[in-house]
């Protein structure tokens, strides 16, 4: 009898996963036909680029929400990748797509530079390290003519195949960057999964009591550092390919930085889709701030934003996530 | 199959551009995008002001302007009267989101030309999307020389650029020789971004190609709070012409440091933005005296363009015009007339119409020697002269044909 | 010459940034947390004095004691309604909250005056004097004087008088010190009001010289989180040596590796000096 119960349990289970990854693909088919109920033009273009910033803040989301590590210079990655991109179309006439590994190499390299020392440092260092670094990156670059300078880097004006990747149409954008997203998000679940996850979740909970029971620290911060600084550097690439430029603000700015820390913190970071509904908040909302107030003048975009981590921080620091896990655990007591 | 495909979008586009003309009487619409926000606020408002007076001056009658074209009319006479709308959008200073605003212009609001965009950055990303759906674009103020050197057919610049303007301090230095003044050791201190040191490098390319060498180049960061480290270099090296290229903030800057260092080169060259800026001579005017500014917006002379429309100016926001803001409402004027002289809206027309542009100086409310575009769509036509600060006015010195006051030198400042 | 006179301006300045970083030093070595604020409260201080001298026309002496009693009273406030729930909170939430405080500060400030750099009306403190061949500002001799004496006036408070003690018993040991009867609460909140106040009287100083600008707290929180790592978290006397040193490495880096490079020595000290000695010159480990 327990035998077969067993059995009944166990294909109960593989009947449950083989659901859930059904379930998986429908979402994605769906997602993938977005573009086509979306007749604006306008509004495709604000759909790719949700993804985009889906897919920095999930890369960050990596080292600062599993891990626990608040970098907030991550903009360093993002810059390289979207400068390694366009360097190799301005000094090799490459296809911009060709410079994205080159950016993930030279990216890993940064991120065992900037990592490795700190990481052995408290959380608060850690974070005041990441900023200097991108800042000191930044500042060498605006000051370097080889790349561009303070004048930046230009993509090519008309493609030259449809290898440049640079369309038209904001459509090939979309699909292109809900792939990325999907794997990310892919490997993001099946690390959370695995024993890097169960390590990275101790070290975020008590790092000192972590290291006490053999977990190794180092060694597991800087894989998530490495996982993470991979998949910003392709998000910088893709931008530099949909937009086709790129300048020391654009691709090494703090705000860059900032942008993907608020995204992923406001959607809950250290969950697989927190900030992915960032994005879909923030982004559509950055517009349509631009719309109503910029056109008058007042910018207060950034005020809103500082707002809303101060908030965050204060009453959920685990974002929207933490706020539904709240009510739903709330709707159960009351039913 | 990428042309083709570029093809096909190309048409719907047109297409849909070509709804607006079917409307009779609805207004032409022109997108105009501008740093509302951010770093550059302050010229993106000055400018839209100015926008905002070109769009009165056209669609009302104005026969003390008769000179211009479109002043003297109501609208567009040969768009059967129709007003121009000048539709305002917020680049933030920000690349993407000029590319996202061009976009959306160009989409939603559907204008038959885009203009302006400030940053070069900015000018540059807004522009490869309006070159991809066939709408013309012309810029009036960004300097980046690889703005007119993508091959691009929807592209207009109606402003000087840096190899203009280099041009323009080289030969000035040297007449300077002529007449018997030190000029061998030339200092370049510009500010970080993209303006200062386009036109800092191209200044250095034409000063090299003439056989000279930059003596000193200090490249400081226009978020210092403190520049008394670089005011002593200069101190220290002694050139014999300065040029700065700034912004208001760090140029008024840098003239205060200057005093409280005591230190003054005997040519000081201030490159038109920060220098030209209301709020620099208001400010730091008196202590600047004899600053040598390139501008191409000579207000002082009565009857002319330049004087009316910045007495127009004045009287709309109590300030004076300054040369950037001119630069930028002469692009949005020269993009009207092309559209009146299409007699309509289809991009391609206006496109035909901007190659031909041919506007004389005295057509103009900026000292060009005219508007005419090369196949790069480079206005081959835009000039500078060079003015001196005198009092609380800029006043023509150079070239000397066209000088309204004789040179002074060396640079008095506080003196 | 030249290289004398950089290295005087270099100290002066040197003691107005010991001095804001003696602040942070202070709220650092007592509760562990960041305040990324740090600068912006600085830059905040600046547009007191700013208003004060061209709205009111009053002169250092009053809107330097009002800058300091400004930020006093928004450093209490920053404590009580959001650094105090925080701080034993996640470390992503600490961080978050004065990071977001920055960015508000920031942009509301940027929103509120504009980019333009202003700056206090000219010779408040008098000409400029030579002696020796040097000009000294009397603005910067003032505030590099005014910096020095608080400085020192601050670790005098801490090590010589009970409300020292008391102060520092809490940022040795929360607990041991509740068990004495210390309520580390008000401690805390009064820690990051003197922290404040601190930066209140060196943004007040610093405008004397310094230009007016949103965007200055962005690089001078660098600068403080530069002096009080290299000058060891908690140390006052190290804040003031690190401050010092900082400020004079900073002229002389403009002047021989070029303006735009300055930055880039600090950032790059800053960072060495996290890899090599975190605990910093005189910190303990």
């Keep these: 009898m327990s035998g077969g119960g067993m059995a009944m349990t166990a294909s109960r289970g593989a009947w449950g996963r083989g659901v859930a990854v059904l379930g998986v693909l429908m979402v994605l088919a769906l997602a993938a036909l977005l573009p086509f109920a979306l007749q604006d033009v306008f509004q495709q273009r604000i759909a790719a680029l949700v993804l985009l910033a889906a897919i920095s803040a999930s890369a960050w989301n990596l080292i600062g929400g599993y891990a626990g590590q608040v970098s907030i210079g991550h903009a360093v990655f993002f810059g390289v990748g979207a400068y390694s991109s366009l360097l190799g179309y301005t000094l090799f006439e490459w296809p911009p797509i060709a410079g994205a590994p080159i950016g993930i190499l030279i990216s890993l390299v940064f991120a065992t530079l900037i990592g490795l020392p700190t990481f052995r440092l408290r959380g608060h260092y850690f974070s005041m390290a990441t900023i200097a670094a991108a800042e000191l990156v930044r500042i060498l670059v605006v000051n370097w003519p080889l790349v561009g300078g303070a004048v930046g880097l230009m993509g090519p004006a008309v493609p030259r195949s449809a290898l440049d990747l640079s369309f038209t149409s904001p459509r090939p954008y979309y699909w292109i960057f809900l792939g990325v997203l999907a794997v990310l998000l892919l490997l993001t679940y099946q690390m959370s999964r695995s024993r890097m996850g169960f390590y990275l979740r101790a070290i975020k909970g008590q790092e000192r009591a972590a290291r006490g029971l053999g977990v190794p620290v180092q060694r597991y911060k800087y894989y998530a550092l490495l996982l993470s600084a991979g998949f910003t550097s392709l998000a910088g690439s893709l931008y530099a390919m949909m937009v086709g430029f790129v300048d020391p603000d654009s691709g090494f700015g703090i705000l860059i930085s900032v942008r993907m820390v608020i995204i992923a913190a406001l959607g809950g970071a250290g969950t697989l889709f927190g900030p992915l509904a960032g994005a879909i908040i923030l982004v559509p909302l950055e517009e349509w701030t631009n719309a109503a107030f910029g056109g008058g003048g007042t910018g207060i975009t950034y005020v809103v934003y500082g707002f809303v981590i101060m908030l965050i921080s204060r009453f959920a620091p685990g974002g929207l996530a933490e706020i539904w896990r709240r009510l739903r655990a709330a709707g159960r007591r009351h039913a | ?415 | 010459m030249i290289l004398a006179q950089l290295v005087l301006n270099g100290l002066l300045v040197g003691a107005v940034y010991a001095l804001f970083s003696s602040g942070l030093t202070l709220i650092w070595g007592m509760m562990n947390v960041v305040n990324f604020a740090h600068g912006d409260f600085v830059m905040l201080a600046m547009y007191v004095a700013f208003f004060a001298a061209t709205l009111l026309g009053w002169g250092p002496a009053a809107f330097v004691p009002l800058a300091a009693m400004a930020l006093f009273l928004l450093g209490v406030l920053v404590y009580l309604m959001l650094v105090r729930h925080v701080m034993r909170g996640p470390m992503l939430a600490q961080i978050l909250s004065t990071f977001g405080l920055a960015l508000v500060l920031r942009y509301a400030a940027l929103w509120a005056f504009s980019a333009n750099f202003v700056s206090l009306p000219e010779d408040l403190t008098g000409e400029v004097v030579t002696r020796g061949g040097l000009r000294l500002e009397p603005s910067r001799v003032l505030a590099g004087i005014a910096a020095l004496l608080v400085t020192l006036g601050l670790h005098l408070l801490l090590t010589r008088t009970a409300l020292g003690s008391r102060l520092l018993a809490v940022a040795e040991d929360r607990t041991a010190a509740m068990l004495v009867g210390i309520r580390p609460d008000p401690m805390q909140a009064l820690a990051w009001g003197i922290g404040a106040a601190c930066t209140g009287i060196a943004g007040g100083l610093i405008a004397l010289f310094f230009y007016v600008a949103p965007s200055v707290g962005e690089s001078l929180v660098l600068i403080a989180f530069v002096v009080v790592c290299l000058g060891g978290f908690g140390s006052v006397p190290g804040a003031l040596v690190a401050g010092l040193a900082i400020g004079v490495i900073e002229a002389l880096s403009a002047f021989w590796v070029g303006a735009a490079f300055k930055d880039v020595v600090v950032y790059a000290l800053f960072l060495g000096a996290l890899w090599f000695r975190p605990q910093g010159l005189l910190g303990k480990a």
Excluded: C
């Excluded at chain 2, 208001?282 to 040598?292: C, E, L, R, Y």
């Design chain 2, 1 to 415: 199959m990428p042309i083709t495909r570029r093809g096909t979008l190309a048409l719907p586009a047109l297409a849909l551009a070509a709804g607006p003309a079917a409307a009779q009487g609805a207004p032409v619409k022109i997108g105009v995008l501008l740093p509302l926000t951010g770093n550059a606020a302050s010229a993106g408002n000055s400018a839209r002001a100015a926008i905002e007076l070109a769009t009165e001056l056209v669609n009302t009658p104005h026969p003390e302007l008769a000179a211009m074209p479109l002043m003297a009319t109501a609208g567009l006479p040969n768009l059967g009267g129709r007003k121009l709308e000048a539709v305002f959008a917020d680049n933030q200073g920000n690349p993407s989101v000029g590319q996202n605003q061009a976009l959306r212009l160009i989409t939603q609001e559907r204008v038959v030309g885009l203009t302006n965009g400030y940053q070069s950055s900015v000018a540059l990303t807004a522009s490869a999307v309006a070159e991809r759906y066939g709408i013309p674009y012309v810029n009036g103020e960004s300097v980046a020389t690889n703005l007119t050197e993508r091959g691009f057919k929807w592209f207009f610049r109606t402003t000087p650029i840096g190899p203009d303007i280099a041009r323009v301090y080289l030969d000035f230095i040297e007449e300077q020789q002529k007449q018997g003044r030190p000029v061998g050791k030339i200092a370049i201190v510009h500010e970080n971004t993209e303006y200062g040191t386009s036109i800092a490098d191209t200044i250095a390319k034409e000063a090299e190609a003439r056989g000279r060498q930059i003596g000193l180049g200090i490249a400081y960061s226009a978020n210092s709070a403190d520049v008394s480290p670089q005011v002593l270099q200069m101190k220290d090296a002694q050139p014999d012409v300065a040029i700065f290229i700034s912004y208001t903030s760090d140029a008024i800057l840098y003239m205060r440091t200057m005093r409280a260092q005591g230190y003054k080169p005997p040519i000081l060259i201030g490159d038109d933005s920060g220098f030209s800026d209301d709020s620099f001579i208001q400010t730091v005017g008196d202590i600047s005296q004899g600053v040598i500014n390139r501008s191409a917006f000579d207000a002082s002379r009565p009857g002319s363009n330049s004087n009316k429309i910045n007495a127009l100016y004045k009287a709309k926001t109590g300030r004076e015009m300054d040369d950037t803001t001119a630069r930028m409402m002469q692009g949005f004027l020269v993009m009207a007339d092309a559209i009146n002289r299409a007699g309509s809206t289809e991009p391609a027309k206006i496109q035909a119409a901007l190659r031909a542009t041919d506007l004389k100086p005295d057509q103009l409310m900026i000292g060009y020697r005219g508007v005419r575009f090369n196949e790069k769509g480079q206005n081959v036509l835009a000039s500078a002269l060079l003015v001196q600060l005198r009092g609380k006015e800029y006043v023509s010195v150079w070239p000397e044909d066209q000088a309204s006051a004789p040179l002074e030198l060396p640079f008095k400042g506080w003196s």
